[in-house]
């Protein structure tokens, strides 16, 4: 299961909610009609969107069944999951962060800098964190440093320029 949202508060009286989106294609993954995997402290359920709008960049959501404010602050603080084969075919080159967490990273000389822990910042300007605390590496995740993307294989191949490494260590 993939998480592609989480549900920030009620809004309005009618059950509805604003979710924060952790997916770059919010309008058809919050369509209405598809189906969502809720977590919350009660366990877990699917919901059916009854219907969907943008507000202020979030989506505002109306479930199925969900038609009091009441009904909705149960949701808040919800993941919203998705299973992995629903996922949208991404293009060449481009991956989803969720895949490149776990994922190996070597330098090209073949020094192993550890498994990549998350991946921080958007589109624009992403990079692989390695490791925690005094420990972490920041790799960006530009084409010229992250020489070799092998999902599959679990395995990162990077090029860091001189000092990128060393910038990242303690002291």
Same mark, same amino acid.
């Given at each position: 299961?993939?998480l592609v949202g989480h549900v920030a508060r009620p %809004?309005?009286?009618?059950?509805?909610?604003?979710? @924060?989106?952790?997916?770059?294609?919010? &309008?058809?993954?919050?369509?209405?009609?598809?189906?969502? %995997?809720?977590r919350r402290s009660g366990g877990e359920e699917r919901?059916?969107?009854?219907?969907? &709008?943008? %507000?202020?960049?979030?989506?505002?959501?109306?479930?199925?069944?969900?038609? #009091?404010?009441?009904?909705?602050?149960?949701?808040?603080?919800?993941?919203?999951?998705?299973?992995?084969?629903?996922?949208?075919?991404?293009?060449?080159?481009?991956?989803?962060? %969720?895949?490149?967490?776990?994922?190996?990273?070597? #330098? #090209?000389?073949?020094?192993?800098?550890?498994?990549?822990?998350?991946?921080?910042?958007?589109?624009?300007?992403?990079?692989?964190?390695i490791g925690e605390g005094r420990d972490e590496i &920041?790799? =960006?995740?530009?084409?010229?440093?992250?020489?070799?993307?092998?999902?599959?294989?679990?395995?990162?191949?990077?090029?860091? =320029?001189?000092?990128?490494?060393?910038? @990242?260590?303690?002291?």
């Amino acid at each position: 299961m993939v998480l592609v949202g989480h549900v920030a508060r009620p %809004h309005g009286r009618f059950g509805r909610v604003l979710v @924060n989106a952790a997916t770059d294609f919010p &309008q058809a993954r919050f369509a209405p009609g598809s189906t969502l %995997h809720v977590r919350r402290s009660g366990g877990e359920e699917r919901l059916t969107i009854a219907g969907m &709008q943008m %507000h202020l960049g979030r989506p505002l959501v109306a479930f199925e069944g969900v038609t #009091t404010i009441d009904e909705a602050e149960t949701l808040s603080g919800a993941e919203l999951r998705v299973p992995e084969a629903e996922l949208a075919p991404l293009r060449e080159g481009s991956y989803y962060e %969720h895949a490149l967490v776990g994922c190996e990273v070597v #330098t #090209t000389t073949g020094r192993a800098l550890g498994p990549v822990r998350t991946v921080e910042g958007g589109a624009s300007g992403a990079r692989l964190i390695i490791g925690e605390g005094r420990d972490e590496i &920041q790799i =960006p995740l530009a084409h010229e440093i992250c020489v070799t993307i092998d999902v599959a294989r679990r395995r990162i191949v990077v090029d860091p =320029p001189e000092g990128l490494i060393e910038l @990242n260590a303690p002291g």
